[in-house]
């Protein structure tokens, strides 16, 4: 299923070192209102995201050359951005951004590995969240944070430089969004198609900010 675990990335950036995602993740959770099985996907696996040179080699319990041919999924997801006005307007939804989970850096099965590694019960029915899906281009970049930084977000060649100025997102109001505000709605649809197989949808994962 599609999950948004709302982030208040302000926060994250001033608490995550040194203890991780706290504040800035406890506040709400929205999921999409149903469940596509792995088998569903079959068609749709891939090989997982190939790791840049330099990169630290996985642990050996994290490596396995069948998930590695296959563990990815081509998991197309769009974020779509609404604010109060827009809708007032009867305006359609802007959209922010367009990934693939194929360009996730671990696997699912890695994910679960290392989660599980411990000991932890992970059972049949609970929730792992994979983490926001982002890609190497401006177009595929997950949130906010990353869409506003350095300049223009549609920019072809990006220059990610931490503290520099950030650049809004302008809506066709003519509104500026550096941040999620007030009346703001967030859709999440996330979609597998490939010539010759049925394509396979994730529903809608929706939330409006309410403050």
């Given at each position: 299923?599609?999950?948004?675990?709302?982030?208040?990335?302000?926060?994250?950036?001033?608490?995550?070192?040194?203890?991780?995602?706290?504040?800035?993740?406890?506040?709400?959770?929205?999921?999409?209102?149903?469940?596509?099985?792995?088998?569903?996907?079959a068609p749709y696996r891939c090989p997982a995201m190939t790791r840049a040179d330099g990169d630290p080699t996985p642990l050996a319990y994290?490596?396995?050359?069948?998930?590695?041919?296959?563990?990815?999924?081509?998991?197309?997801?769009?974020?779509?951005?609404?604010?109060?006005?827009?809708?007032?307007?009867?305006?359609?939804?802007?959209?922010?951004?367009?990934?693939?989970?194929?360009?996730?850096?671990?696997?699912?099965?890695?994910?679960?590995?290392?989660?599980?590694?411990?000991?932890?019960?992970?059972?049949?029915?609970?929730?792992?969240?994979?983490?926001?899906?982002?890609?190497?281009?401006?177009?595929?970049?997950?949130?906010?944070?990353?869409?506003?930084?350095?300049?223009?977000?549609?920019?072809?060649?990006?220059?990610?430089?931490?503290?520099?100025?950030?650049?809004?997102?302008?809506?066709?109001?003519?509104?500026?969004?550096?941040?999620?505000?007030?009346?703001?709605?967030?859709?999440?649809?996330?979609?597998?198609?490939?010539?010759?197989?049925?394509?396979?949808?994730?529903?809608?994962?929706?939330?409006?900010?309410?403050?």
């Amino acid at each position: 299923c599609l999950v948004n675990d709302w982030s208040a990335r302000d926060l994250q950036k001033w608490e995550y070192q040194p203890l991780g995602p706290f504040l800035a993740k406890s506040f709400a959770t929205t999921m999409s209102p149903w469940v596509v099985t792995m088998e569903a996907l079959a068609p749709y696996r891939c090989p997982a995201m190939t790791r840049a040179d330099g990169d630290p080699t996985p642990l050996a319990y994290l490596m396995d050359d069948d998930d590695q041919a296959l563990g990815g999924v081509d998991l197309t997801l769009e974020v779509f951005l609404s604010s109060a006005r827009m809708r007032d307007e009867g305006m359609e939804p802007v959209r922010l951004s367009r990934g693939s989970f194929r360009d996730m850096y671990w696997t699912i099965a890695q994910m679960v590995a290392h989660h599980t590694s411990n000991g932890c019960n992970l059972e049949e029915g609970d929730l792992l969240a994979s983490g926001t899906v982002s890609g190497p281009t401006r177009e595929a970049r997950g949130c906010l944070l990353e869409l506003t930084w350095d300049g223009d977000p549609w920019a072809s060649e990006p220059s990610i430089v931490p503290g520099t100025q950030r650049t809004p997102i302008t809506l066709p109001t003519g509104e500026e969004r550096r941040f999620l505000e007030n009346g703001d709605e967030i859709v999440i649809r996330g979609y597998c198609e490939r010539d010759g197989f049925r394509r396979v949808g994730f529903g809608v994962c929706r939330g409006v900010i309410e403050g």
